[in-house]
């Protein structure tokens, strides 16, 4: 009971906004019709509950191509670590709605799976569908792009992540909505290609975008200590002040990419 009382109460805290449909664009007295309007009223209920668990089967009963119950009905199995549920309700909703769900799914088999080829999947056909505008994260923090070449990223390729980086970049300053967190990553991309330069100048940029981050500090560090310059000490303990100042990579449910811990500060100042 005790477990079931936190899950629900997680799932409160971080429920997203679900869109909220317009039912009069379906004809009086449809299925579809009847099918949103049970839809709504599933919407006002606890998510994850029994309660609202009932009315999306209900809604599919009624219509089982309203794609926004799959969706709805998938999310709490997703917070609970039921993935294998949560795939097959997600994929129904991907089925009947690709341009809408894509993103969604993709989010969550980066953040939640680590599926990193699944997730690019996703994302590479949603841009196609969208004239290479694919929206953004779950959380609103993440152009997808962004995510798709930290997918590369991870699954080895760094020449193609960082292309993918540069061009969501330089399609983004356009628009004067670079990311919160973009040249980080691809710092962290170029520090791995041992562009040490270059990912020094994508970290001074990360600075004017978010002037208190402690990852930025401590990459910065690594790189000044590999390059015997000087420096490297105070950018570590600046890491180390913002880290526990809470200015950092963080995240309710798992770690995020270039996360680092206090550990990995720690190590480095105990080896100066």
């Known amino acids: 009971m005790i477990r079931y009382a936190i899950v629900l109460l997680l799932s409160l805290l971080f429920r997203p906004v679900a869109a909220q449909p317009n039912c009069l664009i379906y004809q009086a007295g449809s299925p579809e019709r009847a099918a949103c309007e049970l839809y709504l009223q599933a919407l006002e209920l606890p998510q994850g509950s029994i309660q609202s668990q009932v009315y999306f089967d209900r809604v ?23 993935f294998l549920t949560w795939k097959k309700l997600i994929d129904e909703a991907v089925r009947l709605q690709p341009d809408r769900y894509l993103a969604d799914r993709g989010w969550c088999r980066f953040k939640f799976l680590r599926d990193y080829r699944g997730a690019l999947a996703d994302i590479t056909r949603l841009q196609q569908l969208t004239h290479n505008q694919p929206s953004q994260s779950g959380d609103g923090n993440y152009d997808l792009r962004i995510l798709a070449a930290l997918c590369q990223r991870e699954l080895g390729d760094l020449r193609a992540a960082l292309t993918t980086f540069d061009a969501c970049i330089a399609d983004n300053k356009t628009q004067d909505r670079v990311g919160l967190y973009d040249y980080l990553h691809r710092g962290v991309t170029k ?25 930025t500090d401590y ?42 811990s206090l550990p990995d500060i720690d190590r480095f100042l105990q080896q100066q």
């Open 219 to 260: 990459y910065t560090a690594l790189i000044l200590r590999q390059q015997h310059q000087a420096g490297a000490l105070a950018h570590m303990q600046s890491a180390r002040q913002l880290w526990q100042q809470g200015y950092r990579l963080n995240d309710p449910y798992m770690s995020m990419p270039d996360e680092i």
């Open 60 to 82: 599919i009963a009624l219509c089982p191509t309203f794609a926004e119950a799959y969706h709805e009905k998938s999310v709490p199995f997703l917070k609970r670590g039921d």
């Open 191 to 215: 520090l791995r290609l041992h562009d040490y330069a270059g990912a020094l100048a994508d970290f001074k940029l990360q600075r004017a975008v978010n002037g208190k981050l402690a990852e």
